[in-house]
């Protein structure tokens, strides 16, 4: 079985802050990604990134960033110098070869709010 | 390009009553999902279609059942619905196999309340 664990339910910060949601996952899997979702007070679901367990590169996108380590089996997610339209709730998830990878597991989430 | 497009956005059910949301998607993707999402509980897998002509259960499939019509389109149904189905439910869909496992293109969900 895989998990997901996020255990941070809400943070708050002040704008232009750092920021970083974690995530902790378990799996059997040999192969598995790793992902990131954001869903803002709207209520749709936006992929962020996905990450492959072959690649432990760190990532970067603008203000977003993602710190995979396999050794703490986490891939947690960064943002820097936060804005009012960060405010949303993020989901770390993980799919693996077991399932055909159609089987995502989704964390809780992580609600995010950014006080101006 | 409307991507996944789900119906209703809202309903409201009797307990018992029965319903079906309708899921289609434009992108030619071979994968569809059903998920839930209540709080504290993140999304739920209810259901999947790996491809066209398969269905399968997925972590929480008790009380419903889907149908995957074509490649397009995948419906869920709730036979007798129950106040614990009360929830919101997207639809999703993915290109499929490795390649594009997980990246998932959600819809923008149906609120439903069963009293």
């Known amino acids: 079985a895989q998990k997901v664990t996020q255990a941070q339910t809400e943070i708050s910060v002040v704008e232009k802050e750092d920021v970083t949601l974690d995530c902790v996952y378990e799996?059997?899997?040999?192969?598995?990604?790793l992902f990131w979702y954001k869903q803002p007070p709207s209520g749709e679901l936006v992929f962020l990134i996905r990450?492959?367990?072959?690649?432990?590169q760190n990532e970067i996108s603008g203000r977003y960033s993602w710190n995979f380590q396999k050794s703490t089996s986490s891939f947690n997610f960064t943002i820097t110098a936060s804005q009012v339209v960060d405010s949303a709730v993020y989901f770390c998830?993980?799919?693996?070869?077991?399932?055909?990878?159609?089987?995502?597991?989704f964390g809780i989430g992580t609600k995010l709010q950014v006080i101006p | 390009n409307a991507g996944v497009t789900q119906t209703p956005k809202f309903q409201v059910l009797k307990t018992g009553q029965s319903m079906t949301l309708q899921c289609a998607q434009d992108?030619?993707?071979?994968?569809m999902y059903w998920y839930r999402q209540d709080p504290g509980m993140g999304l739920r897998l209810i259901y999947y279609?790996?491809?066209?002509?398969?269905?399968d259960k997925g972590e929480v499939p008790n009380g419903y059942n889907v149908s995957r019509l074509n490649k397009r389109e995948f419906s869920l149904r709730l036979e007798s619905a129950a106040p614990s189905q009360t929830s919101v439910y997207f639809c999703?869909?993915?290109?499929?196999?490795?390649?594009?496992?997980?990246?998932?293109?959600f819809g923008s969900g149906t609120q439903l309340s069963v009293l």
């Open positions: 999703a869909s993915s290109e499929g196999g490795p390649g594009g496992a997980g990246k998932l293109f």
């Open positions: 799996t059997r899997d040999t192969t598995y990604y």
């Open positions: 990450r492959n367990s072959f690649d432990e």
């Open positions: 998830a993980l799919s693996g070869n077991s399932g055909g990878y159609q089987k995502v597991t």
């Open positions: 992108m030619n993707h071979n994968s």
């Open positions: 279609s790996a491809s066209e002509g398969t269905t």
